[in-house]
């Protein structure tokens, strides 16, 4: 939601508010040109007001136009001389940018034509030339271009499409048929490209240059080819867009929907012509918030003036987000073709209408987890952290994770710990609720499938041969407490620490890898204690760093307030632990001292999900650290232990011979007793 500055909401100074109020539902899409959109807003101001999800978007203009304040004040103490500076640092970067652009490579975006629509439509032929969304009264998942003329979209709540629009129909979702007629058009854009880009089921990127050059013929005719092939092989339309770079192709693709085409040449001053007069909004990466603060606090409406205000991009925004906006102006994108990467996470949502009955919100857990591990299976995943999603009746968004200590995909396991996780925020009124696992068994190279099992190596460093070796007596391992480990029966819950302790002693085989060490047991359990008394506090401080597998910050750090974390316990019931590590503080009470994150007090929500990204990131760190520590940890232990072993047997071998003096030899001892005779 989107208002110019000095106006209010109230009707009584603004007659007219619905004039000020824009959200995504108020935004053109193709095919909507020539919709009255006074009127939309009005219809969308009116339905929407009072409701939670109006409070939701009033928090979030708040704070859209705090932002801007505060970066309006950061470039108003921008000095010439600082200014200057900047400007010298964009125009070398201008420079560095240009020496990249590409023109030797043609891509094409290719956009079904409102894809969901369009295949129910073929499928239903009594649809065609009537008003018509997919989705229901509560979510519009796309509309066709007759809905379209009423201001109806994607992403707009069904009560307030029927409002706009009052002959519209609705058709229910089926994703089982969407998933096939995708399929039919992905045959024919192997044709033409067998590495092609899926960005989702009803668009793609493709690059032709190969193609072109092969058969000899322009990107124009690529795409007039593929557009037929598409609609001879599925019955469907499809527009396209033709540009030296991904970023241009896909804006090129919106020009001229539906079923149609545009093709911007490989050549600098066309592109540099193109993009001018470009909006900013019509770059992919640039949505509305971005584009309210291009606007409200630069005066950036195209992308020509990127360039033009450089200085002071490069002056607020960081190196990288300055790069992106000057890369736009340039009208430079992506032309490599991304090498193929594993997938790191994979999750299943669902929103449904607002409601606290627990069961009701159970059952949805296990929906959602059944939908999860079927798409795991089907993919042959198996992961360890299962993060939970949930968002409130007043649009809140949390999130809670916990780390296993086994991998799962099975829809038994899934929702056994995400009912734990549940558990813990109830009672609660709830209007989504998502699962998401992540650190698949293939995230690690060389790692073994099954945490539990240890390789030769560590099975040595652990300690466990000789603690085969000792019997009851402290072994290598005997630092780190057994109540620490956490049995596979009892709960899957795990520290990072007992993955490398939980398991059956080692192999015979073993036995003999420290032979040394059986020959002096008493002494060498002696020496134990006084190892484990060396490495004491280090151990300890080891375990507290691993031990926490699921943490949830109550609270932000601008309050005052000592952070909480939650854990799952081996019981599987919520702790808490004091954490005072790495804690983050709000600078001038705006700005996260981390990542220079501006958000102001008000926004209580989304400063703890913003210090619960900031958590979940640390302990990332810290677990993937922690069997390297616990590696090394062990491995002074060991060098530790031989140097008591080897300097215990010295000394006894000394002890042996420290009367040497007072001895004689045989022969000596013979001779002397010969002469006594």
């Not at 029927?162 to 998933?179: A, G, S």
């Not at 092969?214 to 396209?240: D, K, M, P, Q």
């Not at 949805?364 to 299976?377: C, G, P, T, V």
Request: proline content about 3%; glycine content about 6%; hydrophobic content about 35%.
């Amino acid at each position: 939601m989107e208002r110019s500055d000095g106006e209010c909401a109230s009707s009584s100074e603004n007659p007219r508010p619905w004039q000020s109020y824009h959200t995504v539902y108020t935004n053109a899409k193709a095919g909507m040109d020539g919709v009255d959109k006074e009127k939309v807003q009005k219809v969308v101001y009116e339905m929407s007001k009072g409701s939670k999800y109006f409070e939701n978007e009033e928090r979030k203009e708040a704070f859209i136009r705090q932002k801007i304040e505060h970066m309006r004040a950061r470039c108003a103490k921008l000095t010439l001389l600082v200014i200057s500076h900047y400007q010298k640092v964009a125009d070398k970067r201008i420079l560095e940018l240009e020496a990249t652009r590409d023109l030797s490579r043609s891509w094409l975006h290719v956009d079904m034509d409102a894809f969901y629509a369009a295949v129910e439509t073929l499928s239903n032929p009594s649809l065609k030339g009537k008003p018509m969304a997919v989705g229901t009264m509560s979510m519009i998942c796309t509309a066709n271009y007759e809905a379209r003329r009423f201001g109806v979209r994607a992403a707009m709540p069904g009560f307030i499409a029927r409002k706009l629009c009052p002959e519209l129909i609705f058709v229910p979702t089926d994703f089982t048929k969407y998933t096939y007629f995708s399929d039919l058009t992905r045959k024919v854009f192997c044709k033409y490209d067998p590495n092609f880009m899926a960005a989702s089921l009803d668009e793609a990127y493709l690059d032709i240059t190969e193609v072109c050059r092969e058969r000899g013929i322009s990107g124009i005719e690529i795409a007039e080819e593929l557009r037929t092939s598409v609609y001879e092989e599925a019955g469907l339309t499809c527009s396209a867009g033709v540009a030296p770079n991904r970023l241009l192709a896909k804006v090129c693709s919106d020009i001229n929907k539906p079923n149609g085409q545009f093709v911007l040449p490989n050549d600098r001053m066309a592109v540099m012509t193109f993009i001018s007069s470009l909006p900013i909004r019509k770059i992919g990466g640039i949505g509305k918030v971005t584009e309210h603060i291009l606007r409200d606090v630069f005066g950036i409406n195209t992308c020509e003036e990127m360039l033009q205000k450089g200085s002071l991009l490069c002056a607020v925004f960081s190196h990288s987000t300055a790069d992106f906006f000057l890369s736009v102006g340039l009208g430079l994108g992506s032309t490599n073709t991304p090498q193929a990467r594993f997938r790191k996470s994979i999750s299943s949502e669902r929103t449904f209408s607002a409601t606290e009955d627990k069961a009701l919100l159970y059952r949805k857990l296990a929906e959602i987890a059944e939908m999860l591990s079927a798409d795991m299976q089907k993919e042959g995943l198996r992961g360890r952290t299962l993060t939970l999603k949930l968002k409130t009746a007043s649009f809140e968004v949390r999130t809670r994770a916990v780390t296993l200590h086994k991998y799962i995909s099975s829809s038994e396991d899934i929702l056994k710990h995400a009912s734990v996780l549940l558990k813990a925020e109830l009672p609660v009124s709830l209007r989504l609720i998502g699962l998401r696992v992540t650190q698949f068994n293939e995230d690690k190279v060389r790692a073994p499938s099954d945490p539990t099992q240890k390789t030769l190596t560590n099975f040595m460093t652990s300690g466990h041969a000789s603690k085969k070796i000792v019997g009851d007596q402290n072994s290598l391992g005997s630092d780190i407490n057994d109540d620490c480990l956490i049995d596979d029966k009892e709960t899957s819950v795990s520290l990072d620490v007992s993955e490398t302790n939980n398991y059956e002693f080692g192999d015979p085989v073993c036995d003999n890898s420290l032979p040394d060490l059986n020959d002096e047991n008493c002494s060498f359990s002696n020496k134990i204690s006084e190892v484990e008394k060396i490495h004491e506090n280090e151990v300890s401080q080891l375990l507290e760093g691993n031990s926490l597998v699921l943490r949830q910050e109550e609270g932000s750090c601008c309050d005052g307030v000592e952070e909480v974390d939650k854990y799952i316990t081996p019981d599987n019931k919520v702790g808490t632990s004091s954490n005072q590590k790495d804690q983050f503080i709000w600078l001038d009470d705006y700005k996260c001292s981390l990542c220079g994150t501006e958000m102001p007090p008000s926004f209580i929500a989304e400063r703890q999900e913003h210090s619960d990204f900031h958590l979940a990131e640390r302990l990332q760190k810290e677990e993937s650290g922690s069997d390297l520590r616990i590696l090394m940890h062990r491995e002074r232990c060991v060098r530790t232990q031989k140097d008591h072993s080897a300097s215990h047997r010295k000394r006894k071998k000394q002890k042996l011979f420290e009367k040497e003096g007072t001895h004689i030899p045989i022969d000596m001892f013979f001779s002397k007793r010969n002469r006594n005779f």
